[in-house]
């Protein structure tokens, strides 16, 4: 049975679960990527996606024709930077009796991924997986940016009440 027409029978709209499923997604991959990075490479990571994106935009584009390339070398960079970073950025978000924050930085560094994702994805495609009101909040320049900014900040509070 086709699934679109159940949930409109019941009178639940796409949108509203495209949304609840986004939100879900999001919720897991904070709880996951809080225990398998940790506190003593969230930081690092966060550092990694910055380095990664900024050698996205100056690789040339000719090499980076599809998104799904973009994507792919995006993802690459990252793990390539992360996996190196140790030596570089000595950096993490201390005491563990402060859990809050590593879930915290671990959402915050999820939904900055997310939003990468899907401002390198096609609309169209993109439209596929989540609702335009998620993605409007995702890709928005304003909300992109603050994506970007808002990890930064959060850090720079976090490490300024410890110290």
Same mark, same amino acid.
Request: glycine share 0%; net charge positive; charged share 25%.
């Given at each position: 049975m086709n699934l679109d027409l159940l949930l409109s029978k019941i009178g639940i709209s796409q949108n509203f679960v495209q949304d609840f499923t986004l939100l879900l997604v999001v919720v897991i991959l904070t709880v996951a990527v809080a225990f398998l990075v940790g506190r003593h490479r969230l930081v690092q990571m966060l550092i990694s996606t910055y380095v990664a994106l900024a050698l996205l935009s100056a690789f040339p584009e000719k090499y980076l024709s599809d998104y799904s390339f973009e994507l792919v070398f995006f993802f690459v960079a990252l793990a390539l930077v992360t996996i190196?970073? *140790?030596k570089i950025f000595g950096i993490?978000?201390?005491s563990s009796e402060f859990m809050w924050r590593i879930f915290v930085?671990?959402?915050?560094?999820v939904?900055?991924?997310l939003s990468i994702i899907f401002t390198i994805t096609p609309? *169209?495609?993109a439209l596929g997986y989540i609702s335009p009101n998620s993605y409007d909040y995702l890709v928005s320049p304003i909300f992109h940016f603050t994506w970007l900014f808002i990890p930064l900040l959060f850090i720079y509070l976090i490490r300024r009440r410890l110290n």
């Open positions: 190196s970073s *140790k993490y978000i201390s930085m671990s959402f915050l560094e939904v900055l991924l609309k *169209k495609i």
